[in-house]
């Protein structure tokens, strides 16, 4: 069974980069499906951020284009998110998730709480 | 991007009822919506996919109506365990884009 796990800091100062780590076991994220990163902000409103697929290509939401990167490790199964120049709007608990066959994300980590604060 | 219109946000029932939730698209999205539960210290969980299809493991008291733009979740003799919070979600285009949730309370 495919299992995702979030890790990162919890706390980012204003300005700085946001650096998350999703780590997959149960299924090789260069074997199929695209891999995604989610938040929700406070008051529960959930943005798709972007999703690294199989073969590596990224997609981006355009509203977070300039400011974020997906990267992986295939050693490890592991892909990542970085969030550039931060703001306490960015503030939020932020998911990995694998995208199904169908478009809709079958299995999802628990989420990581980030603040942004000073 | 296609705007997603969860109504009502709150709704308070008690087990054994039956409940609807809404959800509106801004434009056709065809049938590529899913529908998701949400509780506290558990992953997200998938109910139902291609609106109606329900995901492996989601009982079958839960369904999915819809296509184009208006969409609903129904759950039949709601149980305990069936209290979250429900969002919907599209596929047809990128950005996806979500719901703004739908808690379910106990009443």
């Known amino acids: 069974e495919v299992q995702l796990q979030e890790s990162g800091p919890g706390l980012v100062k204003p300005s700085q980069s946001l650096s998350l780590t999703c780590s997959v076991t149960?299924?090789?994220?260069?074997?199929?499906?695209?891999w995604n990163w989610i938040r929700k902000f406070p008051g529960n409103k959930l943005e798709w951020m972007g999703y690294i697929n199989s073969a590596g290509s990224t997609n981006y939401n355009p509203s977070l284009k300039s400011r974020i990167s997906i990267t992986r490790d295939t050693s490890k199964n592991q892909f990542f998110l970085q969030v550039n120049s931060v703001t306490t709007e960015d503030t939020a608990t932020y998911y990995c998730a694998r995208e199904g066959p169908y478009g809709s994300y079958g299995n999802w980590g628990q989420g990581v709480m980030v603040t942004v604060s000073s | 991007d296609v705007q997603m219109t969860q109504s009502p946000s709150y709704l308070a029932a008690s087990p054994g009822e039956s409940v609807s939730i809404s959800c509106k698209a801004s434009k056709s999205i065809s049938n590529n919506l899913a529908w998701y539960q949400e509780k506290p210290g558990k992953a997200n969980k998938l109910l139902i996919h291609s609106g109606s299809t329900l995901q492996s493991g989601t009982p079958s008291r839960f369904s999915g109506s819809g296509s184009g733009t208006d969409f609903t979740l129904t759950i039949r003799s709601l149980e305990f365990e069936d209290f979250a919070v429900y969002y919907c979600q599209q596929y047809n285009e990128y950005p996806r884009t979500f719901g703004g949730g739908t808690k379910l309370e106990l009443k």
């Open positions: 149960g299924y090789s994220i260069t074997s199929s499906y695209r």
